[in-house]
């Protein structure tokens, strides 16, 4: 009986990824120039522009995020934008599905992920001068301290690799770079995983050497939690 409850909610979950989130009042100004308001959680550099997670934005259902697309984003820069209050003005899109069955759903994925519009912009505007929460606070500290270690790296091709083993962040790596990986069967290790879990726990064991206490094992723990 608990398997197959949970096979159904699986998927009713999994249908419900397939449906429209946006509402009958958002569909008609798809085509107009609209604006959306939120905190951004996360920022990458892909091609010449930018992508933006807002989160808390003014057009979404609690919970439902929106993935923000900036195109020719110039001189923008990257680290003045996470935990920020961001405005921006563009296009709002449903994330397409899979053109045929079995392809790859672009939808599904970002539902996956907590994402459930997609925006194109045609710029942008930071509208507070700091961060308004301490979550928000933490993750651009979090972010800063990311992109200042990777600015020790000035060869481009190293520092997005180190970026991905280290952050699983494969934005910067070239197309051939990942299909080589993908083909000698070592992808995961540009995934953040169990393998990197695993690093991180038996360097701590090591460093604890044979204390067995429950503070270092709390410890640990904490680590591993915000790692």
């Known amino acids: 009986a608990f398997l197959a409850a949970g096979f159904v909610l699986f998927t009713c979950r999994y249908i419900s990824y397939g449906c429209s989130l946006i509402s009958s009042c958002i569909s008609d100004d798809a085509e107009k120039m609209i604006s959306v308001c939120g905190t951004a959680d996360s920022v990458t550099v892909k091609d010449e522009g930018l992508r933006i997670v807002l989160s808390d934005t003014d057009i979404a259902a609690s919970g439902v995020r929106v993935i923000v697309s900036l195109y020719n984003a110039g001189d923008t820069d990257i ?57 928000a606070r933490y993750k651009r500290w979090l972010f800063e301290t990311r992109e200042d270690f990777l600015d020790r790296f000035s060869d481009p091709e190293i520092r997005a690799f180190i970026k991905g083993v280290v952050f699983g962040d494969k934005s910067d790596i070239s197309e051939e770079t ?42 640990v723990i904490v680590i591993l939690v915000l790692y």
């Open 79 to 135: 680290r003045e934008i996470p935990g920020r209050r961001i405005t921006a003005y563009g296009k709002l899109r449903e994330p397409p599905g899979a053109d045929n069955p079995g392809c790859f759903d672009y939808r599904i994925y970002l539902r996956s992920r907590g994402i459930g519009y997609a925006f194109s912009a045609k710029s942008l505007e930071i509208s507070d001068d700091g961060p308004v929460s301490v979550r």
């Open 178 to 219: 990942l299909e080589d990986f993908t083909a000698n069967g070592t992808g995961h290790i540009l995934a953040v995983s169990g393998l990197h879990t695993g690093f991180l726990y038996s360097l701590l064991r090591f460093l604890q050497g044979k204390r067995r206490t429950l503070p270092a094992a709390v410890f």
